[in-house]
């Protein structure tokens, strides 16, 4: 069965304090693998798009990365504005235009 | 200002209560989809159309309906909403990888 799993559930830094959020997957194939951002009581914004193992994409103080059977969401100096809900999605080839998604990593960052 | 738009963004209804939430989008996108997000459970898909008369089901289909007869419009229909429906319900529409999602229905059913 595909299935994301995202940890840590919860993470709290403090500003500057940099740190990684993974995604892990299993699926019977990947057609690609996104990184959202939610604000609470508002709809998922898109991040990143990464389709192949070693594949890097960077964004400000974000930056995404891809193996085989995960993916790391790294920030870097994080600042108070990058609290938020990070969540991992995945699209597979068993089902071409389904998208299944993890539960998230809720991010505070302290000043 | 490309947008995806549902209305209503709250609704308290009861149980049996036909009902429909409207999407809508203006950047002529072809592929369109529901979710529903709970907590614990996360974001998990509905229904989605990879263009106009073409639907299918995703993970969590059961009790819900779709029609997508123009490109921009994709309504979700509850026949007999129950209240295990209680959710928060996400339209997105795509271009390429990017999922575009709209601002979220807040549903009660009592």
Known sequence: ?111 | EAQVTQNPRYLITVTGKKLTVTCSQNMNHEYMSWYRQDPGLGLRQIYYSMNVEVTDKGDVPEGYKVSRKEKRNFPLILESPSPNQTSLYFCASRSGGEQYFGPGTRLTVT
């Open chain 1, 1 to 111: 069965e595909d299935q994301v799993t995202q940890s840590p559930e919860a993470l709290r830094l403090q500003e500057g304090e940099s740190s990684s959020l993974n995604c892990s997957y299993t699926v019977s194939g990947l057609r690609g693998l996104f990184w959202y951002r939610q604000d609470p009581g508002k709809g998922p914004e898109f991040l990143f798009t990464l389709y192949s193992a070693g594949e890097e994409k960077e964004k400000e103080r974000l930056k995404a990365t891809l193996t085989k059977k995960e993916s790391f969401l790294h920030i870097t100096a994080p600042k108070p504005e990058d609290s938020a809900t990070y969540l991992c999605a995945v699209r597979t080839t068993s089902g071409t235009y389904k998208y299944i998604f993890g539960t998230g990593t809720r991010l505070k960052v302290l000043a």
